[in-house]
């Protein structure tokens, strides 16, 4: 949470001192876009699954060519993989299978905070690199076993509340070309926060994303 409020005051700030500025630094915009994750699991092997993001962002320029950027973005994560019943541990009746697919679909809420640089290649393209943290907060999402769907987090969720953390932090980065106000931009997430509290067993998410966008 301590970097969600960071990021608040510093937009904050950053709002403040724009209010007198005749040329504002802002740039505001929106993206869409589509997510790659996959878990970090120190017991089992998962598969990436394909996802979505959309959201806010803005830019404070600095620079022609420097710049900090945050936004809010709803975004996917999770894996897929094939889980096995121990069929030494429990009655299997001859016929019925003994493996069946898992995916599991959070959705996050989630605040990044970047800071960038951008080159000029063209009068109106630029290719930019950024770098950062992110912290994020699970708001929904689903699980399936078998065919039978259910809520990540909820009252009628069956996974234990200790098995899937709704928070997560990390740090992330990426590079794309802006065309005029339109950019089309890659970037990957590295999360270190401990989604499992199991003391045998670490998850992590890892997430990478193309995503485009549109600056006012």
């Known amino acids: ?32 876009g589509l997510n790659l994750s996959n878990l970090k699991d120190n017991i089992m092997d998962t598969n990436p699954k394909i996802g979505f993001n959309v959201g806010l962002t803005a830019d404070y320029n600095f ?4 710049f900090l950027t945050t936004g809010i973005d709803l975004t996917t994560k999770g894996a897929k993989w094939k889980f096995e019943l121990d069929i030494d541990d429990m009655y299997i009746e001859e016929g019925e299978e003994t493996s069946f697919n ?6 996050f809420l989630q605040m990044p905070l970047h ?9 109106n393209t630029k290719i930019f690199f950024h770098a950062g943290g992110y912290a994020a907060v699970g708001v929904a999402g689903k699980m399936s076993m078998g065919g039978v769907s ?25 590079f794309g070309v802006e065309f005029g106000k339109i950019n089309v931009g ?30 006012f």
């Open 102 to 107: 898992v995916t599991i679909n959070p959705i």
């Open 1 to 32: 949470m301590r970097i969600f409020k960071v990021t608040l005051i510093a937009i904050a700030i950053l709002i403040g001192t724009n209010v007198s500025a005749q040329n504002s630094p802002f740039t505001f915009g929106v993206r869409t």
């Open 115 to 123: 800071i960038g640089y951008k080159f000029d290649i063209t009068q």
């Open 63 to 66: 620079t022609s060519s420097l």
């Open 150 to 174: 259910f809520d990540i987090w909820g009252k009628e969720s069956l996974i234990d509340k200790n098995d899937f953390q709704r928070f997560d932090y990390g740090l992330g980065g990426g």
């Open 186 to 215: 890659l970037a990957y997430e590295h999360g270190f926060a401990n989604i499992n509290t199991d003391v045998d067993r670490d998850i992590f998410h890892r997430n990478a994303t193309l995503t485009v966008g549109y600056k």
